[in-house]
C-alpha cells in the first residue's frame, strides 16, 4: 500500500519481464530449428498443424469431469462454452448487434412484450445424431424451472413465465412483466448467458442437480475428445457432422480438426509456450510480456501490429467509482474536484505507457459506440459547463498526449489530431488544480496552507479499492491516479484485495473508492444492460449486498431516464437519443470517474493458423473466452506450411 | 508408569491443540472481510449474466441455502464440529460446487505426496551425507567443492531458481514439459512414466534449494561435535574414522535432523505452494490457493485442518519415539 511504487505485482511482472528477456536473448535457435509441420504432434497426441490451441481463461479446472452448467461453480469455459454449447442468441462484436444462433432468427413479441415468437435455426442435431428441436427447449426450460436446488432456478422463473411448443421449430415464450429485451435475456451480450438449450434425451433421464454431463453431448461443431483428470487440458474434437451444428449453418467448416484448450499456469509459463510455439492464442498479458512475445517470435501479434497492440474495444472501462452515499464523495463537487486534479495523460502513462484510449463517458470508447456516442457528443462535451461556469472538456487530450508519445520516440503514432482522437479518445476531462482546489473549497473543504480538510474537520485522505489478483489495468490505475491525487495534495493509499474481498467489499458498500468497471459497460448502441444498474431503486443500505448500484447513486432524473430506456425494444429509434441523454446526466452528476477503455492484450501466434481477427481484419472482436469463439475459431486458416 | 504419563500426556495435548485450530480454522474465515456468496455472484455478473435485481436477489439467498451459510455462526459451527468429528466431511467445495472438499483433497494429496516425499527425502539424504562429510573432513577438495555449491544454491530466490530451470529445460532445450501434461490409463506404464517426467523439473528445483540446508546445517553439528570429548575418546581408543562417524558422530548430528524432516513431511499436507503455482502442479497448495482467492470456506478448512492434524500427528510421533532413538529422554 503505497502512494509512490507502483503495485508489487507490477513490480514481479517487470522483473520476470526482464528476466525472461535476458535469459530468452538469443535464443531464436528453437523456433528455426522446427522439424516440418507434419511431423509434429502435440503432447495430447494429435498432428500439430490439426490443433488450434488456445489458454484457457481462469488456468486449471478443478472439477474436469463436471460439465453441468446449471450447477454453481461448475467451470464451462474448458472449451465447452466457447466451441461445443450454444445460445439462443449470441453477439456479432464487430457490429455491436445480437445474431440468432440456435434461434433462426430475433424474437417476434406482442404489443406488451410478454409473448414472443421463437423460431428454432432447422437441421441441427445433437453430437450423438438425435435432432434438435423445440422440445429440447421446453424441456431446458420446465427442468431449471421444477429443480430449485439449481442456483438459476429461482431467478429464471422471475423472468420467464412459461415456454410451450408451437410446432417442431418454433416456441412460444411468456414473460411474468413487459419485456423488450428477450434476446438479451435468454443470449449472449457479454461473455455469454446462463441459459442453455439441453438435449432432453440426455438429461430427462438424470437429475439435474447432481448430473455431471461428462462427457457432455454437444450442439455445436466440436464434441468432447479427451481431457486431463486433473483439468490442465481439455481437448475437443469436430464433428464428423459438423454440417448440422450452428457453426456449420452459419459459417462453414472450421478447419481445426481439434481445439486444445489448456493452462499453463503463470503469465511467465504462458508466455514460454507461445514463444516456443506451443499455444496459438493467449488471453490476458500485460504489456511487457507482450513486448517479450513480440521480439521473440515474429509470428506473434496483438491486435494492431504497431502501437498501441492492444485491442481497445472490451466493453467494460476504468476508471474511479464512489460510494456516494458516503460524505464528502455524497458531493458532486468533491467528485468533479477529484476528476479535475487528475492528469490523464500521466495516469495513461503510468498505466499502459498510454495505450489506452480515454472516455468521459460512462460507457467504453470501443469503435461502435465511439460513433455512437462518443464523437455525437464532443460538442456537447465541449459545451458543457459545472454550476459555476466552468467547462471541464479538455478536446485536445489525444492530441497532446500523442506528441509526448511521439517525442518520446514511440513509433506509429499517427500525426493527424481525428486519427489521435480516433486511436486515444475524444478527449478527457483539464487536468486543473486550480479549478479542483475551487470546488473543494466550495464543498466546504478547507485547506491554510497545510492538509486539506474535511467538512466536519477531519483530515482528507483517500483509499481506494483495488483488485490484487484481477484486472491489472484496473491495478495500476488505482495507484497512478493515488499518486495524481497525492500530488494535489490529498494523502491517498491504494488497499488491493484478492477477488473474493473485493467484490464482498463492492457489494456490500464498504469502500470510498473503488477501480473497477461498475456499471461502466456496454457492446451495443442500446445501453440498457449496464446502464440499468444505475437505477435509484437498486440502492440498498450500506452493509447490506446490492446487486447492482454498487455506487448507492440515487438521481431522480437519470432513473426516469432508465425507466424510459426499459420501455422500449433494442431495435427502436429512440434508443440512441434515451442512451445520449443517460450518459449526459452521468456527466453532470459525475457518480464514477471514467477514465479509460480496457486495453486487452490478447496475442495469437500465426506459425500455425492464420486470419486471426485484427484491427485490419475486425470481422469480430479477441474475445476467445466468449461463448461467440467458436465463429472466430471457424473462420481460422491453416497457415501455409 | 512415567512412560504411561508422558504418552497420555502428549495424547491430551495433542487433542487440544487439533480442537483449538479447528476452532479457529472456522471463525478466522468468517470473520474475514469475503462473503462467498457476493464472491460467487460476482463471477456470475462479470460472466455477463444478464439478471434485474429482483433476479439476482433471489439468487443471491439461493446462493446462501446451497453453500449451507445460513443461520447463525453458532449453528453454523456446531454443524461443522459434528460433521468433522463424526464424517470427517468438510462439505462440498463453495468454488468448485458441488464436488466435495475430500474428493478434491483426495485428488490433489498423491501429486504433493509423490512429489514432496521424493523430492524431501533424497534432499535430505544427500544433504545430510555431504554435510557429515563436508563437517568431518572440511579441508578436503571434495567437501569444499560441495559446501561451495550448497552455499551458492541455498540463497538463490526459490521463484528465480525455477523459472531459469524452466527456460532452460523447458524452452530452450526442451527436455521436460513446460506444464503438467499427464496421459494413460490408471497403474499402466505410461501413466508412471509420465507422472515421473512431468514431475522431474519441480522436484529438481525443491531439491536444489533444500539441499543447501540440509548441507549447512549438519556440516554445523559435524563439526561442533568432532570436538567433543566422547569423539577424542574414540579416536584415542584407536578406533577407524568411518567407525568414529557412523557410530558417535551421526546419531548425534542425524537427532536435530529426524524432528525436522518430520515435521517437514507434516508439513506436506499444506502442499509447496510455490512449486505448485509455478509448474501449475495438481497439487494441495494450488488448492489451497484457489481456496484463499475464491473465497472458498470449506474447502479452505479442509486443507488447513488436514494440514494442522498432520502437523500435530508428526510432532507427537516424534514426542512419543524421540525416547528410542535418545536415551537422555528415556531415562527422565
Same mark, same amino acid.
Given at each position: 500500500?503505497?502512494?509512490?511504487?507502483?503495485?508489487?505485482?507490477?513490480?514481479?511482472?517487470?522483473?520476470?519481464?526482464?528476466?525472461?528477456?535476458?535469459? !530468452?536473448?538469443?535464443?531464436? !535457435?528453437?523456433?528455426?530449428?522446427?522439424?516440418?509441420?507434419?511431423?509434429?504432434?502435440?503432447?495430447?497426441?494429435?498432428?500439430?498443424?490439426?490443433?488450434?490451441?488456445?489458454?484457457?481463461?481462469?488456468?486449471?479446472?478443478?472439477?474436469?469431469?463436471?460439465?453441468?452448467?446449471?450447477?454453481?461453480?461448475?467451470?464451462?469455459?474448458?472449451?465447452?462454452?466457447?466451441?461445443?454449447?450454444?445460445?439462443?442468441?449470441?453477439?456479432?462484436?464487430?457490429?455491436?448487434?445480437?445474431?440468432?444462433?440456435?434461434?433462426?432468427?430475433?424474437?417476434?413479441?406482442?404489443?406488451?412484450?410478454?409473448?414472443?415468437?421463437?423460431?428454432?435455426?432447422?437441421?441441427?442435431?445433437?453430437?450423438?445424431?438425435?435432432?434438435?428441436?423445440?422440445?429440447?427447449?421446453?424441456?431446458?426450460?420446465?427442468?431449471?424451472?421444477?429443480?430449485?436446488?439449481?442456483?438459476?432456478?429461482?431467478?429464471?422463473?422471475?423472468?420467464?413465465?412459461?415456454?410451450?411448443?408451437?410446432?417442431?421449430?418454433?416456441?412460444?415464450?411468456?414473460?411474468?412483466?413487459?419485456?423488450?429485451?428477450?434476446?438479451?435475456?435468454?443470449?449472449?451480450?457479454?461473455?455469454?448467458?446462463?441459459?442453455?438449450?439441453?438435449?432432453?434425451?440426455?438429461? $430427462?433421464?438424470?437429475?439435474?442437480?447432481?448430473?455431471?454431463?461428462?462427457?457432455?453431448?454437444?450442439?455445436?461443431?466440436?464434441?468432447?475428445?479427451?481431457?486431463?483428470?486433473?483439468?490442465?487440458?481439455?481437448?475437443?474434437?469436430?464433428?464428423?457432422?459438423?454440417?448440422?451444428?450452428?457453426?456449420?449453418?452459419?459459417? =462453414? $467448416?472450421?478447419?481445426?480438426?481439434?481445439?486444445?484448450?489448456?493452462?499453463?499456469?503463470?503469465?511467465?509459463?504462458?508466455?514460454?509456450?507461445?514463444?516456443?510455439?506451443?499455444?496459438?492464442?493467449?488471453?490476458?498479458?500485460?504489456?511487457?510480456? @507482450?513486448?517479450?512475445?513480440?521480439?521473440?517470435?515474429?509470428?506473434?501479434?496483438?491486435?494492431?501490429?504497431?502501437?498501441?497492440?492492444?485491442?481497445?474495444?472490451?466493453?467494460?472501462?476504468?476508471?474511479?467509482?464512489?460510494?456516494?452515499?458516503?460524505? #464528502?464523495?455524497?458531493?458532486?463537487?468533491?467528485?468533479?474536484?477529484?476528476?479535475?486534479?487528475?492528469?490523464?495523460?500521466?495516469?495513461?502513462?503510468?498505466?499502459?505507457?498510454?495505450?489506452?484510449?480515454?472516455?468521459?463517458?460512462?460507457?467504453?470508447?470501443?469503435?461502435?459506440?465511439?460513433?455512437?456516442?462518443?464523437?455525437?457528443?464532443?460538442?456537447?462535451?465541449?459545451?458543457?459547463?459545472?454550476?459555476?461556469?466552468?467547462?471541464?472538456?479538455?478536446?485536445?487530450?489525444?492530441?497532446?498526449?500523442?506528441?509526448?508519445?511521439?517525442?518520446?520516440?514511440?513509433?506509429?503514432?499517427?500525426?493527424?489530431? $481525428?486519427?489521435?482522437?480516433? /486511436?486515444?479518445?475524444?478527449?478527457?476531462?483539464?487536468?486543473?488544480?486550480?479549478?479542483?482546489?475551487?470546488?473543494?473549497?466550495?464543498?466546504?473543504?478547507?485547506?491554510?496552507?497545510?492538509?486539506?480538510?474535511?467538512?466536519?474537520?477531519?483530515?482528507?485522505?483517500?483509499?481506494?479499492?483495488?483488485?490484487?489478483?484481477?484486472?491489472?489495468?484496473?491495478?495500476?490505475?488505482?495507484?497512478?491516479?493515488?499518486?495524481?491525487?497525492?500530488?494535489?495534495?490529498?494523502?491517498?493509499?491504494?488497499?488491493?484485495?484478492?477477488?473474493?474481498?473485493?467484490?464482498?467489499?463492492?457489494?456490500?458498500?464498504?469502500?470510498?473508492?473503488?477501480?473497477?468497471?461498475?456499471?461502466?459497460?456496454?457492446?451495443?448502441?442500446?445501453?440498457?444492460?449496464?446502464?440499468?444498474?444505475?437505477?435509484?431503486?437498486?440502492?440498498?443500505?450500506?452493509?447490506?449486498?446490492?446487486?447492482?448500484?454498487?455506487?448507492?447513486?440515487?438521481?431522480?432524473?437519470?432513473?426516469? !431516464?432508465?425507466?424510459? @430506456?426499459?420501455?422500449?425494444?433494442?431495435?427502436?429509434?429512440?434508443?440512441?437519443?434515451?442512451?445520449?441523454?443517460?450518459?449526459? $446526466? @452521468?456527466?453532470?452528476?459525475? #457518480?464514477?470517474?471514467?477514465?479509460?477503455?480496457?486495453?486487452?492484450?490478447?496475442?495469437?501466434?500465426?506459425?500455425?493458423?492464420?486470419?486471426?481477427?485484427?484491427?485490419?481484419?475486425?470481422?469480430?472482436? #479477441?474475445?476467445?473466452?466468449?461463448?461467440?469463439?467458436?465463429?472466430?475459431?471457424?473462420?481460422?486458416?491453416?497457415?501455409?506450411? | 508408569?512415567?512412560?504411561?504419563?508422558?504418552?497420555?500426556?502428549?495424547?491430551?495435548?495433542?487433542?487440544?491443540?487439533?480442537?483449538?485450530?479447528?476452532?479457529?480454522?472456522?471463525?478466522?474465515?468468517?470473520?474475514?472481510?469475503?462473503?462467498?456468496?457476493?464472491?460467487?455472484?460476482?463471477?456470475?455478473?462479470?460472466? =455477463?449474466?444478464?439478471?434485474?435485481?429482483?433476479?439476482?436477489?433471489?439468487?443471491?439467498?439461493?446462493?446462501?441455502?446451497?453453500?449451507?451459510?445460513?443461520?447463525?455462526?453458532?449453528?453454523?459451527?456446531?454443524?461443522?464440529?459434528?460433521?468433522?468429528? /463424526?464424517?470427517?466431511?468438510?462439505?462440498?467445495?463453495?468454488?468448485?460446487?458441488?464436488?466435495?472438499?475430500?474428493?478434491?483433497?483426495?485428488?490433489? *494429496?498423491?501429486?504433493?505426496?509423490?512429489?514432496?516425499? +521424493?523430492?524431501?527425502?533424497?534432499?535430505?539424504?544427500?544433504?545430510?551425507?555431504?554435510? /557429515?562429510?563436508?563437517?568431518?573432513?572440511?579441508?578436503?577438495?571434495?567437501?569444499?567443492?560441495?559446501?561451495?555449491?550448497?552455499?551458492? @544454491?541455498?540463497?538463490?530466490?526459490?521463484?528465480? /531458481?525455477?523459472?531459469?530451470?524452466?527456460? *532452460?529445460?523447458?524452452?530452450?532445450?526442451?527436455?521436460?514439459?513446460?506444464?503438467?501434461?499427464?496421459?494413460?490409463? #490408471?497403474?499402466?506404464?505410461?501413466?508412471?512414466? +509420465?507422472?515421473?517426467?512431468?514431475?522431474?523439473?519441480?522436484?529438481?528445483?525443491?531439491?536444489?534449494?533444500?539441499?543447501?540446508?540440509?548441507?549447512?546445517?549438519?556440516?554445523?553439528?559435524?563439526?561442533?561435535?568432532?570436538?567433543?570429548?566422547?569423539?577424542?575418546?574414540?579416536?584415542?581408543?584407536?578406533?577407524?574414522?568411518?567407525? &568414529?562417524?557412523?557410530?558417535?558422530?551421526?546419531?548425534?548430528?542425524?537427532?536435530?535432523?529426524?524432528?525436522?524432516?518430520?515435521?517437514?513431511? =507434516?508439513?506436506?499436507?499444506?502442499?509447496?505452494? &510455490?512449486?505448485? &503455482?509455478?509448474?501449475?502442479?495438481?497439487?494441495?497448495?494450488?488448492?489451497?490457493?484457489?481456496?484463499?482467492?475464491?473465497?472458498?470456506?470449506?474447502?479452505?478448512?479442509?486443507?488447513?485442518?488436514?494440514?494442522?492434524?498432520?502437523?500435530?500427528?508428526?510432532?507427537?510421533?516424534?514426542?512419543?519415539?524421540?525416547?528410542?532413538?535418545?536415551?537422555?529422554?528415556?531415562?527422565?
Amino acid at each position: 500500500m503505497t502512494t509512490t511504487q507502483f503495485p508489487k505485482r507490477r513490480g514481479r511482472s517487470t522483473l520476470m519481464a526482464m528476466a525472461l528477456a535476458i535469459t !530468452l536473448g538469443g535464443t531464436m !535457435l528453437t523456433t528455426a530449428t522446427m522439424p516440418s509441420f507434419a511431423q509434429q504432434m502435440t503432447d495430447v497426441g494429435t498432428p500439430r498443424a490439426e490443433t488450434l490451441i488456445v489458454d484457457m481463461l481462469n488456468a486449471r479446472v478443478g472439477n474436469p469431469t463436471n460439465m453441468n452448467m446449471y450447477q454453481q461453480g461448475v467451470t464451462i469455459n474448458q472449451g465447452y462454452h466457447q466451441m461445443a454449447g450454444a445460445l439462443l442468441y449470441d453477439i456479432d462484436t464487430a457490429k455491436g448487434s445480437q445474431i440468432p444462433d440456435l434461434a433462426a432468427e430475433m424474437p417476434v413479441a406482442n404489443a406488451d412484450f410478454t409473448v414472443f415468437k421463437v423460431a428454432l435455426r432447422q437441421g441441427l442435431t445433437w453430437s450423438d445424431g438425435q435432432p434438435f428441436s423445440a422440445d429440447d427447449v421446453v424441456f431446458t426450460d420446465q427442468m431449471i424451472r421444477n429443480t430449485p436446488a439449481l442456483s438459476y432456478s429461482s431467478a429464471y422463473a422471475a423472468q420467464i413465465a412459461s415456454v410451450t411448443k408451437v410446432d417442431a421449430n418454433t416456441v412460444e415464450i411468456t414473460t411474468t412483466k413487459p419485456t423488450p429485451r428477450l434476446a438479451i435475456v435468454l443470449g449472449s451480450v457479454i461473455y455469454g448467458n446462463p441459459f442453455h438449450v439441453v438435449p432432453k434425451h440426455v438429461w $430427462e433421464k438424470e437429475d439435474p442437480a447432481t448430473f455431471t454431463n461428462f462427457p457432455p453431448v454437444t450442439i455445436s461443431a466440436y464434441k468432447y475428445k479427451d481431457s486431463d483428470p486433473n483439468g490442465t487440458w481439455f481437448l475437443w474434437e469436430k464433428r464428423q457432422d459438423w454440417q448440422n451444428s450452428d457453426v456449420g449453418q452459419i459459417v =462453414g $467448416e472450421p478447419a481445426a480438426k481439434y481445439v486444445l484448450f489448456r493452462s499453463y499456469g503463470t503469465e511467465e509459463r504462458r508466455v514460454l509456450a507461445m514463444a516456443a510455439n506451443d499455444i496459438d492464442i493467449l488471453t490476458d498479458i500485460s504489456p511487457e510480456s @507482450l513486448d517479450i512475445l513480440r521480439n521473440q517470435n515474429p509470428k506473434i501479434h496483438a491486435w494492431f501490429n504497431d502501437f498501441p497492440y492492444a485491442n481497445l474495444d472490451d466493453p467494460c472501462e476504468r476508471g474511479m467509482h464512489f460510494n456516494t452515499s458516503k460524505a #464528502p464523495y455524497d458531493d458532486a463537487k468533491t467528485r468533479w474536484a477529484l476528476a479535475l486534479a487528475i492528469n490523464a495523460e500521466q495516469a495513461s502513462i503510468a498505466t499502459f505507457s498510454g495505450m489506452l484510449r480515454a472516455s468521459p463517458l460512462a460507457i467504453p470508447p470501443t469503435t461502435v459506440l465511439m460513433d455512437t456516442y462518443h464523437k455525437p457528443m464532443a460538442q456537447w462535451l465541449a459545451e458543457f459547463a459545472l454550476e459555476d461556469g466552468y467547462k471541464p472538456f479538455d478536446p485536445d487530450y489525444a492530441v497532446r498526449l500523442g506528441e509526448r508519445l511521439r517525442s518520446e520516440g514511440v513509433a506509429g503514432i499517427p500525426e493527424d489530431a $481525428e486519427a489521435l482522437r480516433n /486511436l486515444l479518445g475524444v478527449g478527457w476531462w483539464k487536468h486543473d488544480p486550480e479549478e479542483a482546489t475551487k470546488l473543494l473549497k466550495a464543498a466546504g473543504f478547507t485547506n491554510d496552507g497545510g492538509p486539506w480538510l474535511k467538512p466536519d474537520g477531519t483530515p482528507f485522505t483517500i483509499n481506494i479499492l483495488a483488485p490484487a489478483d484481477f484486472e491489472v489495468e484496473s491495478q495500476r490505475l488505482a495507484f497512478a491516479v493515488a499518486n495524481e491525487w497525492t500530488q494535489f495534495g490529498v494523502p491517498t493509499q491504494v488497499q488491493q484485495m484478492q477477488a473474493g474481498a473485493f467484490f464482498t467489499a463492492e457489494n456490500t458498500g464498504d469502500y470510498e473508492v473503488g477501480s473497477y468497471w461498475g456499471s461502466s459497460c456496454a457492446i451495443t448502441p442500446d445501453l440498457f444492460v449496464r446502464m440499468e444498474g444505475w437505477h435509484k431503486d437498486y440502492v440498498r443500505d450500506n452493509g447490506t449486498p446490492s446487486s447492482s448500484n454498487q455506487a448507492r447513486y440515487v438521481d431522480d432524473e437519470l432513473s426516469a !431516464l432508465i425507466d424510459k @430506456l426499459r420501455a422500449i425494444p433494442a431495435d427502436d429509434p429512440q434508443i440512441v437519443p434515451l442512451g445520449t441523454d443517460i450518459l449526459k $446526466e @452521468l456527466v453532470q452528476g459525475l #457518480p464514477a470517474i471514467e477514465m479509460f477503455g480496457t486495453s486487452k492484450f490478447v496475442p495469437v501466434n500465426e506459425t500455425y493458423w492464420t486470419n486471426y481477427p485484427s484491427a485490419e481484419n475486425y470481422y469480430e472482436g #479477441p474475445w476467445w473466452w466468449w461463448s461467440n469463439f467458436k465463429f472466430i475459431a471457424a473462420k481460422l486458416k491453416p497457415a501455409a506450411q | 508408569m512415567n512412560l504411561l504419563r508422558y504418552i497420555a500426556g502428549r495424547l491430551v495435548v495433542y487433542v487440544l491443540v487439533v480442537i483449538f485450530a479447528l476452532t479457529v480454522l472456522f471463525f478466522v474465515p468468517r470473520l474475514g472481510p469475503t462473503d462467498p456468496v457476493e464472491a460467487m455472484l460476482a463471477k456470475v455478473a462479470s460472466q =455477463g449474466a444478464y439478471m434485474d435485481a429482483a433476479q439476482v436477489d433471489a439468487l443471491r439467498q439461493s446462493l446462501a441455502d446451497t453453500f449451507g451459510l445460513d443461520g447463525s455462526l453458532w449453528d453454523q459451527y456446531g454443524a461443522f464440529i459434528k460433521r468433522i468429528v /463424526l464424517t470427517a466431511d468438510f462439505g462440498p467445495s463453495l468454488s468448485m460446487y458441488p464436488t466435495p472438499v475430500m474428493e478434491l483433497i483426495r485428488n490433489a *494429496l498423491p501429486w504433493t505426496f509423490g512429489l514432496l516425499l +521424493s523430492s524431501t527425502l533424497i534432499a535430505w539424504v544427500l544433504g545430510n551425507f555431504v554435510g /557429515l562429510l563436508s563437517g568431518w573432513k572440511p579441508n578436503s577438495t571434495s567437501s569444499r567443492v560441495m559446501e561451495g555449491i550448497a552455499i551458492c @544454491l541455498y540463497p538463490i530466490p526459490y521463484y528465480i /531458481l525455477a523459472l531459469l530451470l524452466s527456460i *532452460l529445460f523447458s524452452y530452450i532445450w526442451k527436455i521436460f514439459p513446460l506444464t503438467t501434461t499427464i496421459r494413460g490409463a #490408471p497403474w499402466s506404464w505410461e501413466l508412471i512414466t +509420465s507422472v515421473v517426467w512431468n514431475s522431474f523439473l519441480p522436484a529438481m528445483s525443491i531439491v536444489i534449494v533444500v539441499f543447501g540446508w540440509w548441507v549447512i546445517s549438519v556440516k554445523a553439528q559435524t563439526t561442533a561435535l568432532k570436538e567433543e570429548e566422547f569423539v577424542r575418546y574414540a579416536r584415542l581408543k584407536g578406533l577407524s574414522d568411518g567407525r &568414529i562417524l557412523s557410530r558417535y558422530v551421526l546419531p548425534n548430528a542425524i537427532l536435530p535432523q529426524i524432528t525436522f524432516l518430520a515435521l517437514q513431511i =507434516g508439513l506436506m499436507f499444506n502442499g509447496s505452494l &510455490i512449486t505448485e &503455482i509455478l509448474f501449475d502442479y495438481p497439487g494441495l497448495g494450488l488448492l489451497i490457493y484457489t481456496a484463499v482467492l475464491q473465497g472458498d470456506f470449506n474447502l479452505l478448512m479442509g486443507t488447513i485442518s488436514l494440514s494442522v492434524i498432520a502437523v500435530a500427528t508428526a510432532t507427537m510421533i516424534i514426542d512419543l519415539i524421540y525416547p528410542l532413538l535418545d536415551p537422555r529422554i528415556r531415562h527422565r
